[in-house]
């Protein structure tokens, strides 16, 4: 059974620095796409940023509203994801959900990834 558990949450003021992680286990990724969401109070779950993870050379997909910002990093050894967030803004703030699917497309859409972590709370001040 594979398990995402995440890690790095906090309450931040605006213009700080976070960084985020996921591990997974519970089975081997030959070839999968690790990512983060988050989902704000009364808001739909809305894509950040996706990896992939195998072997190769990493491939990444941000959001715009993100851009130049985060950044997401990979132990694929560790199955293990980071996303380092810089200069937070207030509307940054939710719970950020790390997710997984198998194979190498990057989609932006919650419904297209199989599992997903517990959630940690970001929390952005002025």
């Known amino acids: 059974q594979v398990q995402l558990v995440e890690s790095g949450g906090g309450l931040v003021q605006a213009g700080d620095s976070l960084r985020l992680s996921c591990a997974a286990s519970?089975?081997?990724?030959?070839?999968?796409?690790m990512g983060w969401f988050r989902q704000a109070p009364g808001q739909e779950r809305e894509f950040v940023v996706a990896?992939?993870?195998?072997?190769?050379?990493?491939?990444?997909t941000y959001a715009d509203s993100v851009k130049g910002r985060f950044t997401i990093s990979r132990d694929v050894a560790k199955s293990t994801v980071y996303l380092r967030m810089n200069s937070l803004k207030l509307e940054d703030t939710a719970v950020y959900y790390c997710?997984?699917?198998?194979?190498?497309?990057?989609?932006?859409?919650?419904?297209?990834?199989?599992?997903w972590g517990q959630g940690t709370q970001v929390t952005v001040s002025s």
């Open positions: 997710a997984l699917r198998d194979g190498s497309n990057q989609p932006r859409i919650p419904n297209e990834y199989d599992y």
């Open positions: 990896i992939s993870i195998n072997w190769g050379a990493a491939v990444t």
């Open positions: 519970g089975r081997t990724f030959s070839s999968a796409a």
